[in-house]
């Protein structure tokens, strides 16, 4: 063991080997955990490594409501804890079980001197962001299991230690909590702690099956390995048709299915006659091959725990917080479908992707990275997806329960951002609220901030951001004490930051503070999954109606270019659906004209008016040409007003009496550079 010294600077070094700037968080390594971890508590909880801890409890009252909350999950922790603990407490290790907040919420420990920590005692918080580096703390972060090795640690009081995490999942994959096997032994081998972590893995896949058996207790269940300790698990009906897969499973056909659509387990494997009458066969020990050529797996099939349930139907949604007993049940549930929607669904990561290559990759990176305080930038053409993908990425991080706030930075006045992203005290102005205004950055405490269109933000405020990021604290207008937040920031932009670098439109020192981890998303025209996107706005924009794009109208939206993206594509198909008689969606009802790819090269700020860029509109007819020269007008206006303003775009917006957030569409849509 370390002593205080070389433990914080080891720390140190560590961490500041992992500079955002570097290109570790790209490919972040599993040696990099714990620095990546370190990281995290100087740069994002703000805490010193030499400084002396004391673990934070819960009272009496507050644990027991906490155990109340998580009892279907102790209730199916416990039998495997204690014949794990007969395992391992002849060597000392106790085992604790923690919820999805990082609460010890029970334990199993024999309580000798010797071995036992009282720091490690039932109510005690060991969320990374309470704790530091640790083995519950750090495991909820990274949603895989963590061993955290005496001075691996980030406080030196808790050096002593050693711990072996592994998550929990629900059986519809949700993170509920972790499993963790410790110990109070200076001396302890790395090499131990590496067999122990072993244990806690193959502990929680056991936990883990429990509950997912359970909720699935009236269908057919699929297990299969994965890795050394654990199991993918798949629960159908009688009819075949998929409802529940573990997270396990889920993460393993991540790229080859789309939970939200597939539906048939014949979608996923290939057909094997073997399964034909599932009520008959009962268990057996078979090998189902992948689709389209994938490998082969070893698959144990066993029967419902519940007789006469075959056709289980979509199943029972397992929380951590409802015992078994208290969940409803059907006596014939339908067979699974998906129902008509009463309001838009939030898009998941896997939504995001698709079946894109260069998606799929964004959505892994992202994941390795979500849980901590890096932030997070999106860039894109207009109307790719920006939003959405971020409120994604703030459902599946551990900051979902907290709130999502976006802030447009161009569709806010000047005089106005200010105010409304930091906030004011009462009377801190005329006109002002009374009570006043907390601002985008407090009302985000805690969960996630969404900046979109940054790079209109004024240099004023740039600076005002910058200083809440590096310090963690805002300072509201007319305050007089700062208010500090935890938040994490995602911000977006359709602009070349880098060239607004240069102009001196945007800080450099911003750009490196919000560039923790890049994220490109591609143009739709670049995405190879362009029908399957197609597709499925279809179905969503009609929820039980069967409607079918004719070959030519495939053609014509496969053809077009789609400068507008996503967002023009669903205008599109919103309104052919809207409009389309029968069940044949046609040509005629698609309000496009098939053009070629329109060039991507901006046109020179000098051209003359009669070298009018391709994004001006094509004349067709009367009302064509008009169009024409109205756009021929309104972009030799926009370019003299530049000319005469030096550049300066707020100067141009300002004598055209237009907003820069306009202006900048319009410099987009006819390719003016500035």
């Given at each position: 063991?370390?002593?205080?010294?070389?433990?914080?600077?080891?720390?140190?070094?560590?961490?500041?080997?992992?500079?955002?700037?570097?290109?570790?968080?790209?490919?972040?390594?599993?040696?990099?955990?714990?620095?990546?971890?370190?990281?995290?508590?100087?740069?994002?909880?703000?805490?010193?490594?030499?400084?002396?801890?004391?673990?934070?409890?819960?009272?009496?009252?507050?644990?027991?409501?906490?155990?109340?909350?998580?009892?279907?999950?102790?209730?199916?922790?416990?039998?495997?804890?204690?014949?794990?603990?007969?395992?391992?407490?002849?060597s000392g290790f106790s085992i604790s079980l923690g919820n999805a907040e990082g609460y010890i919420i029970t334990e199993r420990a024999n309580y000798n001197p010797e071995f036992y920590s009282e720091v490690e005692r039932a109510g005690t918080a060991w969320a990374e962001p309470s704790a530091g580096t640790n083995a519950i703390g750090t495991c909820l972060v990274e949603r895989q299991p963590v061993g955290v090795h005496t001075n691996d640690h980030f406080f030196y009081d808790f050096s002593a230690l050693s711990c072996a995490s592994a998550p929990l999942f629900s059986p519809d994959a949700e993170l509920i909590g972790a499993i963790n096997i410790s110990i109070r032994n200076p001396e302890l081998q790395r090499e131990t702690l590496k067999v122990v972590l072993g244990l806690s893995t193959s502990l929680a896949d056991r936990i883990g099956e429990r509950m997912f058996r359970q909720a699935f207790r009236r269908c057919f269940i699929l297990k299969f390995a994965i890795g050394a300790v654990d199991h993918g698990l798949i629960a159908v009906d009688g009819d075949f048709q998929?409802?529940?897969?573990?997270?396990?499973?889920?993460?393993?056909?991540?790229?080859?299915?789309?939970?939200?659509?597939?539906?048939?387990?014949?979608?996923?494997?290939?057909?094997?006659?073997?399964?034909?009458?599932?009520?008959?066969?009962?268990?057996?020990?078979?090998?189902?091959?992948?689709?389209?050529?994938?490998?082969?797996?070893?698959?144990?099939?066993?029967?419902?725990?519940?007789?006469?349930?075959?056709?289980?139907?979509?199943?029972?949604?397992?929380?951590?917080?409802?015992?078994?007993?208290?969940?409803?049940?059907?006596?014939?549930?339908?067979?699974?479908?998906?129902?008509?929607?009463?309001?838009?669904?939030?898009?998941?990561?896997?939504?995001?992707?698709?079946?894109?290559?260069?998606?799929?990759?964004?959505?892994?990176?992202?994941?390795?990275?979500?849980?901590?305080?890096?932030?997070?930038?999106?860039?894109?053409?207009?109307?790719?997806?920006?939003?959405?993908?971020?409120?994604?990425?703030?459902?599946?991080?551990?900051?979902?329960?907290?709130?999502?706030?976006?802030?447009?930075?161009?569709?806010?006045?000047?005089?106005?951002?200010?105010?409304?992203?930091?906030?004011?005290?009462?009377?801190?102005?005329?006109?002002?609220?009374?009570?006043?205004?907390?601002?985008?950055?407090?009302?985000?405490?805690?969960?996630?901030?969404?900046?979109?269109?940054?790079?209109?933000?004024?240099?004023?405020?740039?600076?005002?951001?910058?200083?809440?990021?590096?310090?963690?604290?805002?300072?509201?207008?007319?305050?007089?004490?700062?208010?500090?937040?935890?938040?994490?920031?995602?911000?977006?932009?359709?602009?070349?930051?880098?060239?607004?670098?240069?102009?001196?439109?945007?800080?450099?020192?911003?750009?490196?503070?919000?560039?923790?981890?890049?994220?490109?998303?591609?143009?739709?025209?670049?995405?190879?999954?362009?029908?399957?996107?197609?597709?499925?706005?279809?179905?969503?924009?009609?929820?039980?109606?069967?409607?079918?794009?004719?070959?030519?109208?495939?053609?014509?939206?496969?053809?077009?270019?789609?400068?507008?993206?996503?967002?023009?594509?669903?205008?599109?198909?919103?309104?052919?659906?809207?409009?389309?008689?029968?069940?044949?969606?046609?040509?005629?009802?698609?309000?496009?004209?098939?053009?070629?790819?329109?060039?991507?090269?901006?046109?020179?700020?000098?051209?003359?008016?009669?070298?009018?860029?391709?994004?001006?509109?094509?004349?067709?007819?009367?009302?064509?040409?008009?169009?024409?020269?109205?756009?021929?007008?309104?972009?030799?206006?926009?370019?003299?007003?530049?000319?005469?303003?030096?550049?300066?775009?707020?100067?141009?917006?300002?004598?055209?009496?237009?907003?820069?957030?306009?202006?900048?569409?319009?410099?987009?849509?006819?390719?003016?550079?500035?």
């Amino acid at each position: 063991m370390l002593d205080l010294r070389s433990h914080v600077s080891r720390i140190v070094a560590s961490a500041n080997q992992l500079s955002p700037a570097s290109g570790d968080f790209h490919a972040p390594r599993a040696a990099d955990s714990m620095a990546a971890s370190w990281r995290r508590c100087m740069e994002g909880y703000r805490f010193d490594p030499g400084a002396r801890f004391r673990i934070e409890a819960v009272s009496d009252a507050e644990l027991k409501r906490q155990c109340q909350a998580n009892d279907e999950l102790i209730h199916y922790a416990r039998p495997e804890i204690d014949a794990m603990f007969g395992a391992v407490s002849l060597s000392g290790f106790s085992i604790s079980l923690g919820n999805a907040e990082g609460y010890i919420i029970t334990e199993r420990a024999n309580y000798n001197p010797e071995f036992y920590s009282e720091v490690e005692r039932a109510g005690t918080a060991w969320a990374e962001p309470s704790a530091g580096t640790n083995a519950i703390g750090t495991c909820l972060v990274e949603r895989q299991p963590v061993g955290v090795h005496t001075n691996d640690h980030f406080f030196y009081d808790f050096s002593a230690l050693s711990c072996a995490s592994a998550p929990l999942f629900s059986p519809d994959a949700e993170l509920i909590g972790a499993i963790n096997i410790s110990i109070r032994n200076p001396e302890l081998q790395r090499e131990t702690l590496k067999v122990v972590l072993g244990l806690s893995t193959s502990l929680a896949d056991r936990i883990g099956e429990r509950m997912f058996r359970q909720a699935f207790r009236r269908c057919f269940i699929l297990k299969f390995a994965i890795g050394a300790v654990d199991h993918g698990l798949i629960a159908v009906d009688g009819d075949f048709q998929l409802v529940g897969l573990n997270h396990a499973a889920r993460e393993m056909l991540r790229d080859r299915i789309q939970l939200a659509r597939v539906r048939s387990l014949w979608a996923v494997f290939e057909r094997d006659h073997r399964l034909a009458d599932l009520a008959r066969l009962g268990s057996a020990e078979l090998t189902l091959h992948l689709q389209k050529g994938g490998d082969a797996i070893s698959v144990s099939l066993s029967g419902p725990l519940e007789a006469g349930a075959q056709n289980a139907g979509a199943g029972h949604r397992f929380t951590a917080a409802a015992p078994a007993a208290e969940a409803p049940t059907r006596a014939r549930p339908a067979p699974p479908a998906l129902p008509p929607r009463a309001a838009p669904r939030v898009l998941t990561l896997d939504d995001c992707a698709g079946s894109d290559p260069r998606m799929a990759t964004n959505v892994r990176f992202i994941r390795r990275v979500l849980g901590g305080s890096l932030p997070i930038l999106l860039l894109g053409e207009t109307g790719v997806g920006k939003d959405a993908f971020a409120r994604a990425i703030h459902e599946e991080s551990p900051r979902r329960t907290a709130p999502f706030v976006a802030f447009n930075c161009a569709s806010v006045p000047d005089t106005l951002i200010d105010s409304e992203l930091f906030g004011y005290g009462s009377g801190a102005f005329t006109g002002a609220r009374r009570e006043g205004s907390p601002g985008r950055l407090v009302e985000a405490d805690g969960g996630t901030l969404f900046l979109d269109e940054i790079g209109d933000m004024p240099i004023s405020q740039q600076t005002r951001l910058l200083h809440v990021l590096e310090s963690g604290e805002v300072m509201p207008l007319g305050a007089t004490k700062p208010r500090r937040i935890d938040v994490q920031v995602v911000a977006a932009t359709n602009q070349d930051l880098e060239a607004q670098i240069g102009r001196g439109q945007f800080r450099q020192d911003l750009y490196y503070r919000l560039a923790g981890a890049v994220i490109d998303i591609p143009a739709l025209r670049e995405r190879t999954d362009r029908r399957h996107l197609i597709e499925t706005l279809v179905a969503d924009l009609v929820p039980g109606r069967r409607l079918t794009l004719t070959p030519e109208a495939l053609a014509l939206l496969m053809a077009h270019d789609w400068p507008g993206n996503v967002r023009e594509l669903r205008h599109v198909l919103n309104r052919a659906v809207h409009i389309c008689e029968g069940d044949l969606l046609g040509v005629g009802d698609i309000a496009i004209r098939p053009v070629g790819r329109v060039p991507a090269a901006p046109a020179p700020l000098a051209a003359r008016p009669e070298e009018l860029p391709a994004a001006l509109p094509e004349a067709e007819g009367e009302a064509g040409s008009a169009r024409l020269a109205i756009a021929s007008a309104e972009r030799e206006a926009i370019v003299a007003t530049l000319a005469r303003c030096g550049g300066n775009v707020k100067a141009a917006a300002g004598a055209l009496q237009l907003s820069r957030a306009t202006l900048y569409r319009k410099l987009q849509r006819y390719r003016i550079a500035h």
